[in-house]
């Protein structure tokens, strides 16, 4: 049992030149408080952890469906706002707030699913623009519930420390986007979700015609979606000790998209790339704030321009080579399959 194990092991994970340099970067993850334990260091990757579960979750709805979602905030807000009221107004813990706040922003979900349903293209970008100024209004309009511009402070905090803090974060960030990119991949013979978004993204007429449910499925992707985004708003309210409007903000949507198209779309590796690379490097930016923009608008720019699929996509390519025959990926300095022995080239 062991033995195939390693061997399923081996074959999945260690001959495929991206998904070791994932594990290994993971495992870099996890060892890092050993290295430093500074604290600004810790807060960061801990943001971008929490950022990670928001961008790839923006990639599972927008990259796999195609439905573009410019108010992706909504789903972050919503579960930001919802933990901290039932934190503040029932005194409840936040192993419970954060699930409650997440099944929430499911709900938020379906709600704006509803005109994905009907409308296309830049109509249905423009109305999921508009949830969470809706939102906002509401926050606004009842300053005595929700605490209007200032937001809810004083939540408790995951934790007294900051390592244990990251390492309440890092995991979550894994097991969310593991499970995201397993609902996503075409290949996998255990989900079929993966092919039928796919399928739904490339041609969504045809795709119906052919007796797939479009409907159902776009729903369960903004349910999904929506579940994951609402977990990374309730650990970002928990973890900043306040929900306020900046949680609904619209430049926090594009920024999941920036992060998202950055790194490479419709991959959800691509999600993860952008933030840790951005994210880092925009707050690292803070000590030139005249010219902090200015770096960041040049460099997404130049990757975009020479990498039009994203850095991470970019990079896949140079390192790992798919067989025509089988379709099994191999390393991209071979010259035949190492499973059917056909030319790679």
């Not at 990670?52 to 979602?69: H, K, L, M, P, R």
């Not at 930016?285 to 994203?310: H, K, Q, T, Y």
Request: include cysteine.
């Amino acid at each position: 049992m062991l033995r195939r194990l390693f061997k399923d092991f081996q074959g999945d994970v260690l001959a495929i030149p991206g998904r070791l340099i994932a594990l290994i970067f993971f495992l870099f993850l996890f060892i890092l408080p050993l290295i430093t334990q500074e604290p600004y260091t810790l807060r960061i990757l801990i943001l971008a952890n929490v950022f990670v579960i928001f961008a790839v979750s923006w990639d599972f709805i927008s990259g796999y469906t195609g439905q573009i979602n410019f108010g992706h905030a909504l789903f972050f807000g919503v579960a930001a706002y919802s933990t901290a009221l039932l934190g503040k107004h029932l005194g409840l813990q936040p192993w419970v707030t954060i699930p409650i706040g997440a099944i929430v922003a499911v709900g938020a979900g379906m709600l704006m699913c509803l005109p994905a349903l009907r409308l296309r293209g830049p109509y249905l970008s423009l109305v999921t623009l508009a949830f969470p100024l809706i939102l906002l209004g509401v926050i606004k309009a009842f300053p005595d519930f929700t605490g209007g511009e200032h937001g809810i402070s004083g939540l408790p905090a995951l934790s007294d420390s900051r390592v244990v803090e990251y390492y309440i974060a890092l995991p979550i960030m894994i097991v969310s986007v593991f499970i995201m990119w397993k609902l996503t991949d075409a290949k996998s013979a255990l989900v079929r979700t993966g092919i039928i978004l796919h399928a739904i993204r490339e041609d969504e007429i045809a795709a119906r015609a052919s007796g797939i449910n479009t409907i159902r499925y776009k729903m369960f992707a903004f349910a999904v979606g929506g579940f994951f985004a609402g977990i990374a708003g309730g650990l970002y309210a928990h973890f900043l000790r306040i929900a306020g409007p900046s949680s609904l903000d619209m430049m926090l949507s594009f920024q999941a998209i920036i992060w998202t198209v950055f790194g490479g779309i419709v991959s959800i590796y691509g999600a993860v790339v952008g933030v840790y690379i951005l994210y880092p490097l925009m707050e690292f930016l803070r000590v030139i704030p005249e010219l902090r923009i200015l770096i960041f608008a040049v460099i997404v720019i130049v990757i975009l321009l020479f990498m039009p699929e994203g850095i991470a996509v970019w990079i896949r390519d140079k390192i790992e080579r798919e067989c025509p025959r089988c379709k099994l990926t191999n390393v991209a300095w071979r010259r035949t399959c190492r499973a059917c022995g056909a030319s790679l080239y």
